[in-house]
């Protein structure tokens, strides 16, 4: 297994795609850091610990940034028909699923770190550290982002298993972020919608299964901060869908004919 | 039970896809140093079956040794064989160079210099920063080959591995497999639409047609049923037997069945051969030349009609 995580990082150092993403998500931030730092210099000052507490906001493009490192470590190998090279040197199907993952998931959690560096580091620069009233404090920023992280990892990974399974599914990148993206940004919300027009126990169930989506979840995070309890369902939530996602992954990948 | 000397082998082997048998119960023997050529038409499953000893597909019935290893123990004895099956296929954005560094690194193959010594060997180190997606076929195949080559396999499968190379590109490809197979004792399977390519480096061969291996035989054996001869067809095939000896003072014939004799002598005058049956009192009912090469063995296999 560290010979094929080795190999993936090789190949992902070796990607342009790698780095053009994360550039493009660090010029957003950018932008995003210098609109506060723009909008300070005409009218209210949006202090530092206002800008970093905005994160909370964007848990969803975790999820999405799931999708794109996961597309960037399985490299259209369908398209390519690279798999059968691994395959048929005599790797498991379950360590080639597995090197996958967790390439995805350490390419995720690279992004990540680089992500909230880069931003928190910017605010810090551009920014005041002391703001008008009604703004969070720094320190009260960072403890309300560090809890959502902390929230969100578990479920960022869950997310990105659910990446990988959608992968080994179908074959095709647009049909398998589309499947994705069903899962993780419709499904929860169609199941929510159905119990809450459904009546009885039947609709009550589909709403507390709508509540244990990550999506949901991390949504949810932001306004329960400091709760442990919490914090501990998101950790058995990404667990579940960790090992929910990677049994049904590997399950087809173990059937699926390599072309 | 298989002999001891047999690197792959398959009994009864099967693949169904919906209605259709794409293996028919293949039975068959790659044994250590057999150059082993597989003709076939298109169809015929020799690609099915190398994707099945590869672990690309599952059989439906049947069963397959690897190195006199069988079920799931047979993965593991992939990692002695190098594989080339139908279009190389690699990263398209990395070199050569990378491609086959990636694959050095995930099959722990000790030593970066391996990359280098087989880009090398298939002559591809000259392509420094070119990528994947710009190569030609040629280049694709050489890459193909230099990956099937980079563990040093003790058993390369090769399908169709000489398609979009030059002429010079085939003689150097076949000059490699020579090498490996006699310095190295590499046992290697290929097949090839090029059977006159095929015939000039296979030591054994295997017939395949919808879906079932028709006849495994060795490259002496092929080229003695090839042999040009003439086919006398006689009313008494014994008394024609002695007639050659005793009037043509040869003994290069052959007597089948059904009073035919097989004479391999006065190829350039048959006069002869008919004339000392005649004086002889034999009835000389038929007579052709007759001789093949692959090809046409192989055609008439199958019962004619379409080309490999």
């Known amino acids: 297994m560290l010979n094929y995580i080795r190999a993936e990082i090789y190949k992902l150092l070796h990607r342009p795609y790698t780095y053009i993403t994360l550039g493009i998500m660090l010029v957003l931030e950018g932008l995003y850091a210098s609109m506060f730092a723009f909008h300070n210099s005409h009218s209210l000052v949006t202090p530092f610990g206002g800008a970093v507490a905005t994160l909370v906001e964007m848990g969803s493009i975790g999820f999405c940034i799931c999708l794109i490192t996961g597309d960037i470590v399985f490299a259209a190998q369908y398209k390519n028909s690279t798999l059968k090279n691994e395959v048929s040197f005599g790797l498991s199907r379950t360590q080639i699923y597995l090197g996958k993952l967790l390439a995805q998931t350490l390419l995720s959690l690279a992004y990540l770190v680089v992500m909230m560096a880069f931003f928190i580091g910017l605010c810090a620069v551009c920014l005041p550290m002391n703001g008008p009233a009604g703004f969070y404090s720094s320190q009260d920023a960072l403890i309300i982002v560090g809890y959502f992280l902390a929230a969100g990892i578990p479920l960022w990974i869950g997310g990105q298993a659910a990446v990988c399974m959608c992968q080994f599914l179908v074959n095709g990148e647009m049909a398998s972020s589309f499947l994705y993206v069903g899962v993780v940004f419709v499904l929860d919300t169609t199941l929510e919608v159905a119990g809450l027009l459904s009546q009885g126990w039947f609709g009550n169930v589909l709403v507390k299964i709508s509540g244990y989506f990550p999506n949901t979840m991390l949504n949810n995070a932001k306004s329960v901060v400091g709760d442990l309890v919490y914090l501990g369902q998101a950790w058995l939530v990404g667990a579940f869908w960790l090992a929910a996602c990677t049994a049904v992954g590997l399950y087809a990948f173990h059937k699926k004919e390599i072309k | ?308």
Request: net charge negative; glycine share 10%.
């Open chain 2, 1 to 308: 039970m298989i002999e001891n000397t047999a690197v792959m082998a398959a009994y009864g082997l099967q693949k169904v896809y919906g209605t259709c048998k794409a293996l028919d119960g293949v039975n068959m023997q790659v044994r250590r140093g057999d150059i082993y050529g597989m003709v076939g038409r298109n169809g015929a499953g020799k690609t099915t079956l190398m994707r099945m000893v590869t672990g690309q597909s599952e059989p439906t019935g049947g069963e397959m040794e690897l190195f006199g290893a069988s079920g799931k123990e047979m993965r593991l004895q992939r990692s002695r064989t190098g594989v080339m099956i139908e279009i190389p296929s690699f990263s398209p954005f990395l070199t050569a160079q990378e491609n086959l560094e990636y694959y050095r690194l995930q099959r722990g193959i000790p030593g970066k210099h391996v990359v280098d010594e087989v880009l090398e060997q298939v002559d591809l180190k000259d392509t420094e920063k070119k990528k994947f997606k710009s190569f030609s076929l040629g280049m694709k195949q050489r890459l193909g080959l230099a990956l099937a080559l980079m563990n040093h396999p003790d058993f390369l499968i090769l399908d169709e591995p000489i398609n979009g190379l030059d002429p010079e590109g085939v003689a150097e490809f076949r000059q490699i497999l020579r090498t490996l197979n006699r310095e190295r004792q590499t046992t290697i399977l290929i097949s090839s639409h090029i059977l006159s390519e095929l015939s000039n480096v296979a030591t054994r061969y295997g017939f395949m047609d919808k879906g079932r291996i028709l006849e495994e035989i060795s490259a002496e054996a092929l080229h003695d049923k090839c042999r040009t001869c003439l086919r006398l067809e006689v009313d008494d095939a014994a008394r024609a037997a002695a007639t050659l000896q005793s009037q043509l003072g040869t003994d290069k014939f052959e007597v089948l069945p059904g009073n035919v004799v097989q004479l391999y002598d006065c190829l350039d005058d048959p006069k002869r051969a008919s004339y000392a049956l005649a004086q002889n009192g034999v009835a000389l009912l038929a007579m052709e030349q007759k001789g093949a090469d692959l090809e046409a063995y192989f055609l008439e296999l199958i019962g004619g009609g379409r080309h490999a």
